[in-house]
């Protein structure tokens, strides 16, 4: 499984991005929970969002709720993250990741049931 992240960049406090993940690989997309993490410089990665398998529920962190929202289209094996509102405390490398497994919704959050993960997208927020 690759894991191709992009749609980073520089932008002003307020402003938009929609951060794109393609999913390619000798598997099924549908078959992977989807999730969004970040790390800023010097913390530790933090989660973001996740979306099950069907794309019926999601997840999303406190600190984003309201101004993120994560998609996927199981059709062009793609999950999306739609950034609102961007606040300089978003700045981090953003990391798409997949899970092959079931995860209770409660360890959604915890990259370690994470499977494959790709190689990130820088996100700067400038105020």
């Known amino acids: 499984v690759q894991l191709q992240a992009s749609g980073g960049g520089l932008v002003q406090a307020g402003d938009s991005l929609k951060l794109s993940c393609v999913f390619s690989?000798?598997?099924?997309?549908?078959?992977?929970?989807m999730g969004w993490f970040r790390q800023a410089p010097g913390k530790e990665r933090e989660f973001v969002a996740a979306?099950?398998?069907?794309?019926?529920?999601?997840a999303i962190a406190d600190s984003v709720k309201g101004r993120f929202t994560i998609s996927r289209d199981n059709a062009n094996n793609t999950v999306t993250l739609q950034m609102n509102s961007l606040k300089p405390e978003d700045t981090a490398v953003y990391y798409c990741a997949a899970a092959k497994g079931r995860i209770l919704s409660s360890l959604l959050s915890s990259a370690r049931y994470y499977d494959y993960w790709g190689q990130g997208t820088q996100v700067t927020v400038s105020s």
């Open positions: 690989g000798r598997t099924f997309f549908e078959s992977h929970i």
């Open positions: 979306m099950w398998k069907s794309g019926a529920n999601a």
